[in-house]
Every structure is written in structure tokens, then in C-alpha cells.
């Protein structure tokens, strides 16, 4: 079993005021059906109010510390303005306690800051980008995640994502400087399974395990193979390795080239 390091946060609780309750929905829907499996229990956790946005243009803002969100991979970074009003942000990595950051038009490049991409070097690495001007970040915003600044192309930006995907943004758009914060964590190992029924992750029963009505992979005498030419889903769907990804997605055209299969 292995953790992250902690030891680069600020040990304090959160801001009550950019909290809120986070009910649990079991993996159920609105009829109280189960529509994900696995889902259930878990710690009680509070939401953190996060700015993916930048609503306050050219007014600098401290970090006065760097929490711990049980809601996402990432740490967050605890900003105050100089009119002393608080936000959290998702935190870059190494940005430190005490350090300043800007948003803005046209900042400096220098960890944390945010910017147009219009405005950004080719080279340079960014996280919580924007899809559409103003909408807020949306992409790369996962622990350790970075995209790349590889040209400027008109009203365009060419970014190299985390899945090694070449796409094009809106040059208009926002984006942090630095990958995100936290890079360790693909490296955890949960090591136990009271770890993961904390998390909300109910056990997992193998398809081969179960009876013959239960799952396609199901029944047979002792440990018998799955007796079908690929694996499917408990409602008889393809599984591993099928696009689900629509054929004529308007958002294709901005993609360049497509991401590497893994080996």
C-alpha cells in the first residue's frame, strides 16, 4: 500500500465558505435504479467550490495555502485577492505557499498564472484549458496532467493532450501554465479493499464467476473459458477495445492526429 506525499500542504481545514454538502447517489438514478455498478458507501467528503474559470481579470491573488480535495487526484491551491476575497483553484505543480499568481490577457509566463493561448509560447506547458472562450477549464485537469503548446495557427492553438491527441482550441481560450499538481498518484497502489469501500468502490464479481443467467460469460462446469469469440458486458454488448465514440462528432475536425495506442 503506498500514499502521496502530503507533506508539501498546509495542514488546516477547508474554507467553510466554499464548501458545500456532496450527497451520494449510490450509482442510482432518479427512479432508484442502479445505473453504474460498484458504486456505494464510502466517507462522508465535502465539496469544494473550485474556480475553473478566471472571473477576475488582471487583480493578482496570494496562494495562502495548498489543501488536500478527497473529490479529485489533484490539490487544491487556496488563493486570496487583495480585496481579501478567498477562491480555490486546482494547484499546479510546484507552486508554493506564499507565491503570487494573475489572471490575465497576457501574463508573464511563470507557474499558476493564466492566459489566452493566443499569448502562450509554443513549448510551454498548460493545464484547465478552455473549449470554448469563457466557458471555463475543461481539459487536463487530472494529477500530474500537462498538454503542450505546439503552434499557433490562425484563430487556433495546436495542443499535444495528455493521450498524446493533437487538437486544435480556440486561440481566444484560457489556459494554466504548468501540468498539474500531485504527479505521483499514478503510482498509488490501494493495497487493500477496506481502502477502496472508503472510496465508494463496491466489490466486483468477475462474468465467469456467475451463473449462466447472470452474465454471457457465466455458467460451465468448473472454471470454464468465457466459450464466446470476444468478452461482453452483463447485457451482451462488446467490451474491451470497442469505440464508443461517434462517427461523425462535430468536434472531429479539430482533431489532427489521433492519440497512440498503448503497447
Request: hydrophobic fraction near 30%.
Amino acid at each position: 500500500m503506498t500514499t502521496k506525499d502530503f507533506s508539501v500542504l498546509t495542514k488546516k481545514k477547508p474554507e467553510k465558505k466554499l464548501t458545500k454538502p456532496l450527497k451520494k447517489t449510490g450509482g442510482r438514478n432518479n427512479a432508484g435504479r442502479i445505473t453504474v455498478r460498484h458504486r456505494g458507501g464510502g466517507s462522508k467528503k465535502l465539496y469544494r467550490i473550485v474556480e475553473f474559470g478566471q472571473k477576475r481579470l488582471d487583480v493578482p491573488a496570494k496562494v495562502i495555502a495548498l489543501e488536500y480535495d478527497p473529490n479529485r487526484t489533484a490539490f487544491l491551491a487556496l488563493l486570496q485577492y487583495s480585496d481579501g476575497e478567498k477562491k480555490y483553484i486546482i494547484a499546479p505543480h510546484n507552486l508554493r505557499v506564499g507565491d503570487e499568481i494573475l489572471f490575465s490577457e497576457k501574463a508573464p509566463v511563470s507557474i499558476g498564472n493564466r492566459m489566452k493561448l493566443k499569448n502562450i509560447p509554443v513549448g510551454t506547458v498548460v493545464h484547465n484549458i478552455e473549449l470554448m472562450p469563457g466557458q471555463g477549464g475543461r481539459l487536463v485537469r487530472s494529477a500530474g496532467s500537462g498538454a503542450v503548446v505546439l503552434a499557433h495557427e490562425g484563430k487556433f492553438c495546436h495542443l499535444k493532450m495528455p493521450s498524446t491527441e493533437i487538437r486544435k482550441v480556440p486561440a481566444e481560450c484560457f489556459a494554466s501554465i504548468g501540468e498539474v499538481s500531485c504527479p505521483e498518484h499514478r503510482f498509488v497502489k490501494i493495497g487493500k479493499a477496506g481502502r477502496s469501500r472508503h472510496r465508494g468502490r463496491r466489490p466486483t464479481v468477475r462474468g465467469s464467476a456467475m451463473g449462466a443467467s447472470d452474465h454471457p460469460h457465466g455458467g460451465g462446469e468448473g472454471r470454464s473459458p468465457i466459450g464466446l469469440k470476444y468478452p461482453k458486458t452483463p447485457w451482451g454488448k462488446p467490451a474491451k477495445g470497442v469505440k464508443t465514440r461517434k462517427k461523425k462528432k462535430p468536434s472531429d475536425k479539430l482533431i489532427i492526429s489521433r492519440r497512440k495506442k498503448k503497447k
